[in-house]
């Protein structure tokens, strides 16, 4: 029997995310981030970074709390950043990512359209933290968002699904477990691997043409295992393992996407690949 320590240690994970959302977002969230310097409507893209960049929050966070680091990060780089709430229930304050991942990729169709008639760009790049990067590939794939997308940049993305480092075969057992997972939080649901969502995603390959995929993961992730399963296999994919880049570099799931900056680098290159420079430790500097 697998010692409790490593049970929990998913569910520490998740509850740690939810945390990080709340503690800040109950005195600082408001719709759209009008004081948080991106969201900014009135932004025009530079001829140098000409796409504007959609930030797509994961599970249990929402569109200020997730990028409190990346989107300064973005925005002093000149970059026109943008984030959006969705799969909000009902009852649910400050967290999100909760709802069917087909109705919030509906949602992320609908923000995508309103950024690019403000910008009056023809394109933007999607980057995307947990459920955040994989959500988006339903956009590409079913709802026309490749016509619309240049690249998309998954952070730790549950591409293929997770077990939660195994604790999901216990959920048979633990029939008042399931039915939260079923009935309350669909999207926690569909991420598990073998759901009918990620079936329906990934039947026929990971990728559509003419988008750029990068999938920046590590292999401390606790709550997307394997992590290798965050992978995508198909033309234009750039899989990435930050200790590839970084040994030093111990984030696991929540930081890798809030404030690791090593993955943030990553994910400049990923998104100006002509200006690309090398990613190494030093670039937590940077």
């Known amino acids: 029997m697998l010692p409790?320590?490593?049970?929990?240690?998913?569910?520490?994970?998740l509850l740690l995310t939810a945390t990080v959302a709340v503690v800040p977002a109950a005195a600082a969230h408001a719709a759209d981030a009008p004081s948080s310097g991106w969201n900014d409507y009135s932004c025009k893209p530079s001829a140098a970074h000409p796409r504007p960049v959609v930030l797509v929050h994961g599970t249990f966070a929402n569109s200020v709390d997730n990028w409190l680091a990346l989107a300064p990060y973005l925005e002093n780089r000149d970059y026109c950043v943008f984030s959006?709430?969705?799969g909000r229930l009902p009852g649910v304050p400050l967290v999100h990512g909760l709802g069917p991942i087909d109705k919030s990729a509906e949602q992320l169709k609908?923000?995508?359209d309103k950024v690019l008639a403000a910008t009056g760009a023809a394109e933007t790049d999607l980057v995307g933290h947990s459920q955040g990067g994989l959500m988006p590939r339903y956009y590409l794939k079913?709802?026309?968002?490749?016509?619309?997308v240049n690249a998309l940049v998954g952070i730790a993305p549950d591409n293929h699904?997770?077990?939660?480092?195994?604790?999901?075969?216990?959920l048979p057992y633990f029939p008042g477990v399931g039915d939260f997972l079923t009935t309350?939080?669909?999207a926690l649901a569909d991420q598990v691997v073998g759901s009918a969502f990620l079936t329906k995603l990934n039947?026929?390959?990971d990728t559509v043409p003419g988008v750029r995929y990068t999938v920046?993961?590590?292999r401390y992730d606790e709550v997307v295992t394997p992590y290798r399963s965050q992978f995508l296999s198909g033309d234009g994919v750039h899989n990435v393992l930050l200790q590839d880049l970084c040994p030093l570099d111990l984030s696991e799931h929540v930081a890798i996407g809030l404030f690791d900056r090593i993955a943030f680098h990553e994910v400049a290159n990923a998104l100006d690949p002509a200006h690309a420079t090398a990613t190494t430790c030093a670039s937590a500097l940077s």
């Open 161 to 170: 699904g997770t077990t939660l480092s195994g604790l999901t075969n216990l």
């Open 4 to 13: 409790w320590n490593r049970l929990l240690r998913p569910l520490a994970a």
């Open 203 to 205: 039947a026929g390959g």
């Open 142 to 148: 079913f709802l026309g968002g490749a016509a619309k």
């Open 216 to 218: 920046l993961a590590t």
């Open 110 to 112: 609908t923000f995508v």
């Open 84 to 86: 959006l709430d969705y």
């Open 184 to 186: 309350n939080t669909p």
